[in-house]
């Protein structure tokens, strides 16, 4: 039977060290309502999520109540929209009438975002998807809820650079049609390259294709937990470090898998996948950071500091494994600037730089993640960015994502305020040499050679 | 069966077991299980409870228990069993 030091070993968790559910993330497909009349399209998407995910959020505050472990955020997340939207949308304008409709249906239900207003272009874009992604500024502008992402590359498809150029253009418009709110448009559109089906986490969550008509997909979190049980392993060696962070992703990961079976069962909606990543917040010792500074690194930034975040990554999805039967999503150690605590004094001292964060990027998900960089840098430059990052992902055969936010009006040593869980970042600077000649080559660049494994 | 776990953390004073079992009885949930201890003057207090026969929701037991405890100056949370087994048990 259960004892008192587990009992309390699990409350001290829950509430000293920060230990909650991240988010249940609803897929919702969005196949069926395909129209070729924009307003019916409209009104079937409208009724569609409103209806599949009504009980969503009631669902997650009794479980929540239940168990006593906080749930964070209930989210949904849909179809691609330019697949959806393609029969219906002639134009980018027509686009953001859907994105009107998925912040009128999040609102009703009560999700704080709505995922999925996205397009899978690795290898090419349809009309569709250039019009869809022509008009995420505008959407994201006058939207609250709604959140974007691109995938502009695979492993097996190679970069289309066509898409990776034309990202940094709508990034950098996105922040301009966003300006009077620190460009916070920004914080809600991710480039991926291998984006994943089953992500519960914002902004990059869609339904992928191959998802069922709904689906449970639940993020842990505990970046805390992690940190206080590394207290106790201070000055040992690698291998009892080692340990200790899987132990605890396992004890974290079991929470997450009782959550998200209660949910799918409560909903009657199938269990998808449990997201492991350790994904932190602007609250103090709820950050990734501060596990990296307590293994032994004085700022994270120094050197080390790529070495200790691919240990933890790795231990931490050795320790999550066994804890659930389903694992998916981005699954590795977040690093959002703005969203941490700790990379947000690493970066106001000087300690971490973007180039140290690109390098952090090899090792864990998910990306260049919550940077914002001064307003005036140009579109060419931000798309040589993605391209270095999404190069990366397809090299390495994982996800890799860019979410930067020049920030219009502000440059280095400002601050960019985003609010809530999104937090708050220095600007940092960004190398100012120009790759304009490199991504305007256009075309695409084509699948490496591992990828040919069949 | 139908577990949940009642944990009562504060300052000790008189009486703090029988208002929480009081309550219990009044609402037919049977005690399997109780560990104590005191460290510091601080009440630390573990029930591992059977709650086949409550009659009211479970979130309902939960608040009222959450009350009882401000009323006495103590902390007092009632979860359900499965959040403790899924974290410590393979």
Redesign the interface.
């Given at each position: 039977m259960i004892n008192i030091f587990e009992v309390n070993e699990t409350n001290q968790m829950i509430e000293r060290e920060n230990l909650d559910v991240r988010t249940i993330t609803m897929g919702i497909s969005l196949l069926e309502c395909c129209d070729s009349d924009l307003d019916a399209l409209n009104e079937k998407i409208y009724r569609r999520v409103t209806t599949q995910a009504r009980n969503l959020v009631a669902t997650g505050e009794a479980i929540s109540r239940d168990f006593g472990i906080p749930i964070v955020n209930k989210r949904i997340s849909v179809t691609p929209v330019a697949l959806i939207g393609g029969c219906a949308c002639r134009k980018p304008e027509d686009f953001v009438t859907i994105a009107r409709t998925l912040d009128r249906a999040a609102q009703d239900v009560g999700v704080n975002f709505i995922g999925g207003y996205s397009a899978l272009v690795s290898k090419g874009m349809t009309q569709a998807d250039e019009n869809l992604i022509r008009s995420i500024p505008q959407a994201l502008a006058e939207t609250e809820k709604v959140c974007s992402s691109v995938n502009v590359g695979s492993t097996k498809t190679g970069l289309n650079m066509d898409a990776v150029r034309l990202m940094g253009e709508i990034v950098k418009e996105t922040a301009e049609a966003t300006k009077e709110r620190d460009s916070l448009g920004c914080a809600k559109l991710v480039v991926f390259c291998n984006a994943p089906d089953d992500n519960p986490f914002m902004a990059g969550a869609f339904h992928g294709v191959t998802e069922a008509d709904a689906v449970i997909n639940v993020g842990v979190s505990g970046p805390g937990v992690v940190k206080e049980a590394l207290k106790a392993a201070r000055g040992q060696n690698f291998e009892v470090l080692c340990e200790t962070i899987k132990k605890t992703a396992f004890k974290i990961t079991r929470v997450g898998q009782l959550v998200a079976q209660e949910a799918s069962k409560r909903l009657g909606v199938p269990f998808g996948i449990i997201d492991l990543s350790l994904a932190p917040t602007p609250a103090v010792g709820d950050s990734v950071a501060e596990i990296l500074e307590e293994i032994g690194l004085e700022k994270v930034g120094a050197p080390g500091t790529t070495a200790a975040l691919a240990m933890l990554n790795d231990q931490v999805k050795k320790g999550g494994v066994m804890a659930s039967s389903y694992v998916g999503g981005l699954s590795g150690a977040f690093i959002p600037v703005s969203e941490d605590q700790g990379m947000i004094d690493a970066v106001t001292v000087g300690a971490l730089t973007i180039e140290k964060l690109e390098a952090m990027t090899c090792v864990c998900s998910v990306g260049l993640d919550m940077i914002a960089i001064p307003g005036d840098t140009s579109a060419g430059t931000i798309a040589g960015i993605i391209a270095d990052e999404a190069a990366i992902g397809m090299v390495n055969q994982k996800t890799t994502a860019v979410r930067l936010i020049p920030v219009i009006g502000k440059g280095v040593g400002e601050t960019a305020e985003f609010g809530g869980l999104l937090g708050y970042a220095p600007v940092i600077p960004v190398n100012r040499y120009s790759c304009e000649g490199f991504v305007n080559r256009g075309g695409r660049i084509p699948a490496p050679i591992h990828s040919f494994k069949n | 069966m139908n577990k949940a776990?009642i944990?009562v953390v504060g300052k000790d004073t008189v009486g703090i077991i029988a208002r929480v079992c009081g309550y219990l009885a009044e609402n037919h949930v049977n005690i399997l299980?109780i560990?104590q201890?005191i460290v510091q003057e601080y009440f630390?207090m573990?029930m591992?409870v059977d709650v086949n026969r409550l009659e009211k929701p479970?979130?309902e037991m939960?608040d009222d228990l959450e009350k009882i405890g401000e009323g006495i100056g103590v902390r007092i949370?009632?979860?359900?069993?499965?959040?403790?087994?899924?974290?410590?048990r393979i």
């Open positions: - | 776990i944990t299980d560990s201890t630390n573990m591992i479970f979130e939960v949370h009632c979860q359900k069993e499965e959040i403790f087994t899924a974290m410590h």
